[in-house]
């Protein structure tokens, strides 16, 4: 069964997520994953949710999703992600 991770995300450095922009789907890819949605294109129809850079991965599976997200070789790049944005992030299990 698939699973999502969602991040909504306040871009504060943009020349320091460089790097995580150009290396990190390549790591996703390797996990199984893709990307449904990255950027900054958003349009609110209800709520008061103002998401600013969202992003939408899809992996196989959450055990596929949690291994890459845990994995040595996305770590560093967690680690810039959480430097240089505002983030929220979330695991969701598909239908």
């Not at 990190?24 to 008061?48: C, D, K, L, Q, S």
């Not at 959450?62 to 929220?88: C, F, G, V």
Request: no cysteine.
């Amino acid at each position: 069964m698939s699973a999502y991770l969602i991040a909504d995300m306040e871009i504060k450095d943009e020349k320091a997520l460089e790097r995580y922009v150009a290396e990190v789907p390549a790591i996703v890819a390797r996990y199984g994953g893709r990307y449904i949605i990255r950027g900054p294109r958003v349009e609110v129809v209800e709520g008061t949710w103002k998401p600013r850079v969202l992003a939408v991965l899809e992996f196989p599976t959450m055990d596929a999703l949690k291994r890459w997200y845990d994995s040595e070789e996305y770590r560093p790049h967690r680690a810039d992600r959480i430097r240089a944005t505002q983030s929220n992030v979330v695991f969701a299990q598909g239908v």
